[in-house]
């Protein structure tokens, strides 16, 4: 069998399983069973492939026929253009989420430019995306923390950190959202589980099925962990003045979250900013 035919025989599976983009998924498949890129599969459409490559192939389209999601399949997933490992004892990182690394840099950089050496957080760092990529974009930074309650998401945010050779920079702390932090900070990114229980319906099966519940969910409104964190970095010794924080949330969480924020830093200046879809995404708190 060639290239081409197993491609159209995976493209036509996973069509008629309701894949929004079979053709798209078949070709990434195909491409990480033959250890190749997806250019190879187009200029080599006539290749011959194995019969265990055939087998290979034809389990990972049955497994992502039953709502396995991509990015678990094959082991990674591109985030900021680079790329990151990930399983299941990780969220998968989103698009959207890149907006919250671009704030974050553009907040550094001021703080630089105003001749401060920003000490950063990430809470709830998850596979590292966040802060790995905060360290390859901004190498002025000594070093910043990554924390997270989960173990078992630190040891793939490990992977990361040591795939990208910045594991001398992020430092990883296990523990409960600030907690595990020994200095004061002056910026704080974090992507915290803000999915309501009383929202799960409404996501996608292999978003309920597969991603770690941890890291989704937060209480029947998802502001659960959002509103303690908020309370925790209000508390003394936590911040430096004039720091700033980068929260991503949900999207009917602008008003609640408003309120509160305004009890707890009265003066600070409170920005939203809207993802690609339009809906409120990323909160900017400048204290």
């Given at each position: 069998m060639t290239i081409r035919e197993l491609l159209t025989q995976g493209t036509q599976a996973l069509a008629s399983a309701g894949s929004?983009?079979?053709r798209r998924d078949a070709q990434v498949l195909l491409a990480y069973v033959l250890e190749a890129t997806r250019a190879t599969l187009y200029a080599y459409p006539e290749r011959e492939v194995t019969s265990e490559q055939?087998?290979?192939?034809?389990?990972?389209?049955?497994?992502?026929?039953?709502?396995?999601?991509?990015?678990?399949?094959?082991?990674?997933?591109?985030?900021?253009?680079?790329?990151?490992?990930?399983?299941?004892?990780?969220?998968?990182?989103?698009?959207?989420?890149?907006?919250?690394?671009?704030?974050?840099?553009?907040?550094?950089?001021?703080?630089?430019?105003?001749?401060?050496?920003?000490?950063?957080?990430?809470?709830?760092?998850?596979?590292?995306?966040i802060p790995v990529t905060i360290a390859l974009e901004e190498t002025r930074l000594p070093y910043l923390y990554a924390c997270d309650i989960s173990t078992e998401a630190l040891q793939v945010a490990d992977l990361n950190c040591q795939f990208h050779h910045v594991e001398a920079r992020v430092r990883l702390l296990q523990g409960d959202l600030l907690t595990p932090l020994s200095e004061p900070v002056d910026i704080i990114t974090a992507n915290l589980p803000y999915v309501g229980t009383e929202e799960m319906d409404m996501l996608s099966p292999d978003v309920k099925v597969y991603e770690p519940h941890l890291a989704l969910f937060s209480g029947s409104q998802g502001l659960d962990l959002l509103y303690r964190f908020c309370r925790q970095a209000a508390q003394p010794g936590i911040l430096n003045s004039h720091a700033v924080l980068l929260l991503e949330i949900g999207y009917a969480q602008r008003e609640p979250l408003s309120q509160l924020l305004h009890q707890?830093?009265?003066?600070?200046?409170v920005l939203f900013k809207k993802d690609y879809a339009g809906w409120d995404r990323l909160v900017q708190i400048t204290l």
């Open positions: 929004e983009d079979a055939v087998e290979h192939f034809l389990q990972m389209v049955a497994r992502r026929n039953a709502g396995e999601p991509i990015a678990y399949l094959i082991g990674h997933r591109e985030f900021y253009g680079y790329d990151f490992l990930v399983d299941k004892r990780v969220l998968i990182p989103r698009p959207e989420t890149e907006l919250l690394v671009e704030a974050a840099l553009s907040a550094i950089r001021q703080k630089f430019s105003a001749g401060q050496g920003p000490i950063v957080a990430d809470i709830g760092t998850g596979s590292g995306a707890l830093w009265p003066e600070a200046q």
